[in-house]
Antibody
Framework: EVQLVESGGGLVQPGGSLRLSCAAS????????MSWVRQGPGKGLEWVAS????????YYLDSVKGRFTISRDDAENSLYLQMNSLRAEDTAVYYC?????????????WGQGALVTVSS | QSALTQPASVSGSPGQSITISCTGT?????????VSWYQQHPGKAPKLMIF???NRPSGVSDRFSGSKSGNTASLTISGLQAEDEADYYC??????????FGTGTKVTVL
């Protein structure tokens, strides 16, 4: 069974940094594009970033461009999200998800989520 | 990268059919047949219910169906059941290889 397990969430002050990790197992990680999706408290889902299977292309939500960096380590079967200059509005549960379907347009497998709280 | 527009809430009685709309633009829903729908129960990760506008993943009830016309996609739940009470989100591939989710719809079974 495919597994995605996020880690690295926590409480951070505004302007601070945090790095999320997502450990993938039971599938050929290097063959799939991957994404981060977040959900603020009591809010809807919001796509944050995606990375192609070879890491050659990365895509970001406008509001995180220049602050967040998505990366992957295929040898470690891991996905990362480096988050800098964090703002209160970045407070959310961050989900790691495996891209699927044509155009990498859907997410069948999701992690359990990692809570990031940005507050002083 | 504006969110797709969904009604905040939809309700129906058991056995009835309900339809949730999802309105975007020609840069997302209207430009691609890459619309998906997710069901989310409180405290849980989203579950894929429909992909590529009309397709159901294995294991998803055929009471769930999707469609699209122009810049608007729709999810129909037939034979509404108590377990269908949840939040539902549409999503679409968008220009520049980004993705966009809908604002979310709370489905209540009366």
């Amino acid at each position: 069974e495919v597994q995605l397990v996020e880690s690295g969430g926590g409480l951070v002050q505004p302007g601070g940094s945090l790095r999320l990790s997502c450990a993938a197992s039971e599938f050929r990680f290097r063959l799939f594009s991957m994404s981060w999706v977040r959900q603020g408290p009591g809010k809807g889902l919001e796509w944050v970033a995606s990375i192609k299977e070879d890491g050659s292309e990365k895509y970001y939500l406008d509001s995180v461009k220049g602050r967040f960096t998505i990366s992957r380590d295929d040898a470690e079967n891991s996905l990362y999200l480096q988050m800098n200059s964090l703002r209160a509005e970045d407070t959310a549960v961050y989900y790691c998800a495996r891209d699927q379907c044509r155009g990498n347009s859907c997410y069948y497998y999701w992690g359990q989520g990692a809570l990031v709280t940005v507050s002083s | 990268q504006s969110a797709l527009t969904q009604p905040a809430s939809v309700s129906g009685s058991p056995g009835q059919s309900i339809t949730i709309s999802c309105t975007g633009t020609s840069s997302d829903i209207g430009g691609y047949n890459y619309v998906s729908w997710y069901q989310q129960h409180p405290g849980k990760a989203p579950k894929l219910m429909i992909f590529e506008v009309v397709n159901r993943p294995s294991g998803v009830s055929d009471r769930f169906s999707g469609s699209k016309s122009g810049n608007t996609a729709s999810l129909t739940i037939s034979g509404l059941q108590a377990e269908d009470e949840a939040d539902y989100y549409c999503s679409s591939y968008s220009s520049s290889s980004t993705r966009v989710f809908g604002t979310g719809t709370k489905v209540t079974v009366l």
